[in-house]
């Protein structure tokens, strides 16, 4: 379970010792990352050697939370106070980008 300033947020479809009192529709919140040119060089060279492209790693890291974010305010502005069913989706949008989306249901929950 993860929350956030009273936002509880998990992948599972209820809430272990809550009950859903209340969908309010779907959460959703994006981001397009770009890459740029001093990550693509050294991405490039560990290309060549092989392992992990930790740069890259890092910034689709960053564009998760980004996009976690703002599905939480979205979740926040229908009134919920839980998500469920939360996921991430990742796309290419071109050569150097890549959107990061992440989406669930928005609901009210109370302690059973």
């Known amino acids: ?6 936002m509880i947020v998990v992948t599972t479809e209820g809430i272990p010792g809550y009950r859903i009192v209340e969908v309010k529709g779907l959460a959703r919140g994006g981001v397009v990352m770009a890459t740029h040119l001093g990550r693509d060089i050294i991405a490039g060279f560990r290309n060549l050697v092989g392992g992990e492209v930790k740069e890259y790693t890092e910034m689709m890291a960053e564009a998760r939370e980004i996009a976690l974010q703002r599905m939480i305010e ?3 502005k229908m009134g919920a106070n839980a998500v469920v069913g939360m996921r991430f989706m990742t796309s290419n949008v071109g050569q150097r980008m890549a959107e990061v989306y992440a989406f669930g249901t928005a609901v009210m929950v109370e302690p059973e």
Do not use: D, L, P, S
């Open 74 to 76: 979205n979740a926040e």
């Open 1 to 6: 379970m993860y929350r956030v300033m009273g």
